[in-house]
């Protein structure tokens, strides 16, 4: 096998306020998206605590992780631009994301490189070049058994990994189809492929009278409505049902094998928006659909096991299940389950993919395949919806809202950096039902308020806002228990006033 060489260090970059625009990778397909410019984006609730469980991070070093990707990625575009078919292939590592590595053929390219403030490394084969004998592979080779059932580039090692149950005989065929040993690499696996079969992404929907699935983004084709799921949910012409069993929609087309995704057409009782459900009574709001580097963090949503985060991994794999193989999904260490299938993956606040399947599950963990977004946009001539959490795309923001009608009155002040909990001890509520709060502050402060649940020996956060300023609004439907707001300074010391009712 070749050697590759590392030839200048990474550097760590601060972490600064960005400004994002919802533009695909230049070497990705173009793609329609609503435009959306977000500043100064913080994670919505529920990203930050995801990520900090399944990273095993802390709240600092999510925080941190996030804002480095953001800005890793724009000069990654850059540098695939600027190096065009001699890009080798690019990378995030460290804890949090703090170095960027890209990949060249070709040494005069390492100065460029370096200068954008990216480590370089000089490899043999190209990305466009692995890509080509990917899929000469998936030509020669049997989709199952001997043939590996899963095959994807390393574009890390610069080159193909194949997983086999039955290694020994994978090498055979290999070497009896011509393939490169150097380049293509087998690897034993204990992983078995499965599908996760059993309007804001990640909620569920029927098809029939018992088969669920997981939506994972909301377009529009035209004037009409929709979203794209999985194409293992469903087939052309089968018809929906929403999570409350409601009529919904039908499916309008549908790829299952080779690939797997399809979008349903919804009817006029129901309102695409352009978020994503994090799982515990929020949304996340999806800005666009550029891909996320390698090495990237990722979370996904499914109607079965909620909001889980993980690393994407690598790109172009081949996978086959029972049903069928499948080519060009992306790899990651998220954890899904039966019921998460056409469920969403976003990094930061762009659309990735709908959840395809994979092994494991959330309990043990388990490693998630998802069909690119940007594929099927393209494939249906869809458009993503983009926006905010709140508001339709074309539509004015509404006007601030007072708090008015709110029973339960706390006040006090915050110095930069603290926090308090409202009550100072808890509430009981004996009953289920809707949990809201209206926090005001003062101007020029940020506060973000957060509700939680006391769960066997600690408080879990169950809902919580982060907006820019000191205006937050929290609405939560839960279980009877012990509750209790909290009030953070994320910066300035000002007075508030926190309005809440429960059940």
């Given at each position: 096998m070749f050697r590759r060489h590392a030839v200048a260090t990474g550097c760590v970059l601060a972490v600064t306020a960005?400004?994002?625009?919802g533009v695909p990778a230049a070497a990705g397909p173009r793609v329609k998206s609503v435009p959306v410019t977000v500043s100064a984006w913080k994670p919505p609730s529920g990203m930050l605590e995801a990520l900090q469980r399944d990273l095993e991070l802390t709240r600092e070093q999510v925080r941190a992780r996030l804002a480095n990707e953001i800005r890793m990625s724009g000069i990654e575009t850059d540098l695939r631009e600027a190096l065009g078919d001699r890009f080798g292939g690019s990378w995030l590592m460290g804890t949090i994301a703090q170095t960027l590595?890209?990949?060249?053929?070709?040494?005069?390219?390492?100065?460029?490189?370096?200068?954008?403030?990216?480590?370089?490394?000089?490899?043999?084969?190209?990305?466009?070049?692995?890509?080509?004998?990917?899929?000469?592979?998936?030509?020669?080779?049997?989709?199952?058994?001997?043939?590996?059932?899963?095959?994807?580039?390393?574009?890390?090692?610069?080159?193909?990994?194949?997983?086999?149950?039955?290694?020994?005989?994978?090498?055979?065929?290999?070497?009896?189809?011509?393939?490169?040993?150097?380049?293509?690499?087998?690897?034993?696996?204990?992983?078995r492929p499965r599908l996760f079969t059993d309007v804001q992404g990640g909620d569920a929907y029927y098809i029939g009278s018992s088969n669920r699935c997981s939506v994972g983004f909301s377009v529009m084709r035209g004037t009409q409505a929709g979203f794209v799921s999985a194409g293992h949910c469903g087939k052309a012409g089968d018809a929906t049902t929403g999570f409350n069993r409601v009529p919904q929609g039908v499916f309008r087309a549908s790829s299952f094998p080779e690939n797997d995704y399809a979008w349903v057409a919804v009817n006029s009782g129901w309102t695409p928006r352009p978020v994503v459900s994090n799982g515990i009574g929020g949304a996340v709001p999806v800005a666009g659909s550029r891909p996320a580097l390698e090495g990237a963090s990722?979370?996904?949503?499914?109607?079965?096991?909620?909001?889980?985060?993980?690393?994407?991994?690598?790109?172009?794999?081949?996978?086959?299940?029972?049903?069928?193989?499948?080519?060009?999904?992306?790899?990651?260490?998220?954890?899904?389950?039966?019921?998460?299938?056409?469920?969403?993956?976003?990094?930061?606040?762009?659309?990735?993919?709908?959840?395809?399947?994979?092994?494991?599950?959330?309990?043990?963990?388990?490693?998630?395949?998802f069909q690119p977004i940007n594929e099927?946009?393209?494939?249906?001539?869809?458009?993503?919806?983009?926006?905010?959490?709140?508001?339709?795309?074309?539509?004015?923001?509404?006007?601030?809202?007072?708090?008015?009608?709110?029973?339960?009155?706390?006040?006090?002040?915050?110095?930069?950096?603290?926090?308090?909990?409202?009550?100072?001890?808890?509430?009981?509520?004996?009953?289920?039902?809707?949990?809201?709060?209206?926090?005001?502050?003062?101007?020029?402060?940020?506060f973000d308020l957060y509700l939680q649940r006391w769960q066997r020996s600690s408080w879990v956060t169950v809902a919580g806002s982060e907006g820019a300023g000191s205006d937050e609004r929290i609405s939560y439907v839960g279980p009877p228990g012990f509750y209790r707001y909290r009030v953070v300074s994320v910066s300035g010391s000002s007075p508030y006033t926190l309005k809440a009712k429960a059940p």
């Open positions: 960005l400004t994002l625009t590595v890209v990949a060249t053929t070709d040494p005069a390219d390492l100065p460029t490189i370096v200068a954008a403030g990216a480590r370089a490394e000089l490899v043999k084969r190209s990305l466009t070049e692995l890509a080509g004998l990917i899929s000469d592979l998936n030509v020669d080779l049997p989709g199952e058994g001997e043939g590996g059932d899963v095959r994807f580039v390393d574009a890390r090692n610069n080159r193909i990994v194949i997983l086999s149950k039955s290694p020994l005989a994978t090498e055979d065929l290999v070497e009896a189809v011509g393939a490169d040993s150097s380049v293509v690499k087998v690897v034993p696996t204990t992983e990722v979370c996904r949503s499914g109607s079965t096991t909620d909001w889980h985060c993980g690393l994407i991994r690598q790109r172009d794999a081949s996978v086959t299940y029972p049903q069928g193989t499948i080519h060009g999904l992306t790899r990651t260490s998220a954890c899904a389950e039966p019921g998460d299938s056409g469920g969403s993956f976003i990094s930061v606040d762009q659309a990735q993919g709908v959840t395809s399947g994979g092994s494991g599950d959330c309990t043990t963990g388990g490693v998630t395949y099927i946009l393209t494939a249906y001539d869809l458009t993503l919806l983009t926006g905010d959490a709140t508001t339709p795309p074309g539509t004015a923001p509404p006007a601030p809202t007072v708090c008015t009608g709110y029973p339960k009155v706390y006040t006090g002040t915050l110095n930069n950096a603290q926090s308090v909990s409202q009550p100072s001890r808890y509430y009981r509520s004996a009953a289920a039902g809707m949990h809201s709060a209206c926090l005001d502050g003062g101007d020029g402060v940020d």
